[in-house]
């Protein structure tokens, strides 16, 4: 059993709240979950939850079957398993009626804002629009949307809590993710508001954990590379943005939570205000898991971020019982040694 694997049994069985919520999906949720963005980050750790700790019939969305085979392998052939190879952006091609939605597709990695932004923008508001309009005609009893932190924009370097909202210049290419979480949660309210659709928005900071994709170039991915590579990290910039950070498998926790508990047409921040760190700080933290160095290579240009402090209020989502239970040194320890058995098994 990898660290990861024990991590989500740690979750359901442990921790008060991820107990109640997976108890609740185990005795209310008979019926079909659909997960979009299976194998990504998130949507990867909620296909594990529930397939490990649920008796639900668990639908992982896609566009790359050979990636969900890989990732999935441990269930592809068990009866409560269903892989759909499809681009949200287009209408859902199935008669299956989907009880509950967790909508965790999307382009977040840097390099697709630059490379894709349209399709970045295309995948965030008409997957949305295509899923909820198939939903109401479907038995969607909840959806969750899985935003982001980063609809807060710039901010003032204040906490965020739920009703904050910073500055976003929208003609910006990078601004093709934010400005669309941004309307897709409005998107989300007007379906509420009009149609009557049961959606939760969630609101995760910067994730991070074990199986993200090759193509993400998040900076905790390109760290945990370099250790995996047994390479040191080789930082281009000073690393002084200010974030708040999560264990993907807290992450997954508390999604599952909302789906049960959370108010419908409201958000919610997820975060662990315990692992509140710079860029600089979580290298450092990689690299003495990896026994390596950070290699500081910056130029007088060196890279810039807009957004200096993104820092999280978790206290509306504590008010529905939850904690989160991995602190930054564990969690991104469990990453690294899950990666490397995964790994060596291979």
């Known amino acids: ?42 949507g990867g750790c909620l296909t594990d939850l529930l397939m490990q700790h649920s008796t ?55 390099n697709f804002f630059q490379q894709k ?62 400005s669309s979480k941004r309307a897709a949660e409005t998107l989300c309210a007007a379906y509420h508001k009009e149609y009557g659709a049961q959606i939760v928005v969630a609101r995760p900071c910067h994730t991070y954990g074990p199986f993200f994709t090759e193509s993400d170039n998040r900076v905790y991915a390109q760290f945990v590379r370099n250790i995996l590579n047994g390479e040191d990290i080789v930082m281009k910039s000073k690393g002084l943005p200010f974030r708040s950070w999560l264990y993907v498998v807290d992450c997954a926790a508390a999604i599952l939570l909302l789906l049960m508990k959370g108010a419908c047409g409201e958000a919610y921040n997820i975060a662990n205000e315990a692992s509140n760190i710079t860029i600089r700080q979580l290298a450092e933290q990689i690299a003495a898991i990896g026994q390596r160095k950070v290699v500081m290579d910056v130029s007088d240009d060196g890279n810039t971020t807009p957004i200096t402090k993104a820092v999280f209020s978790t206290r509306k989502l504590e008010q529905l019982g939850w904690r989160p239970l991995f602190g930054m040194e564990e969690g991104l320890r469990h990453t690294i040694d899950t990666m490397l058995a995964v790994q060596n098994h291979l």
């Open 1 to 42: 059993m990898t660290p990861y694997q024990q991590d989500l049994k740690t979750a359901c069985s442990q921790l008060q709240l991820a107990d109640v919520a997976c108890s609740q999906l185990q005795l209310a949720v008979s019926g079909n979950v659909l997960i979009t963005g299976a194998t990504g980050l998130i």
């Open 56 to 110: 639900c019939q668990v639908y992982a969305l896609g566009r790359n079957r050979q990636r969900a085979m890989q990732r999935f392998g441990d269930y592809w052939h068990d009866g409560r398993f269903h892989f759909i190879e499809h681009d949200v952006c287009m209408p859902l091609p199935s008669d299956v009626d989907f009880h509950y939605i967790i909508h965790a597709a999307s382009n977040a990695s840097p």
């Open 117 to 178: 932004p349209v399709e970045v923008m295309k995948a965030n508001l008409n997957g949305l629009g295509n899923l909820v309009e198939y939903g109401l005609q479907h038995q969607m009893q909840r959806m969750v949307y899985v935003s982001s932190g980063e609809v807060y924009g710039e901010g003032d370097g204040s906490i965020f809590t739920e009703e904050s909202s910073g500055y976003i210049d929208i003609l910006s290419p990078r601004a093709c993710y934010p």
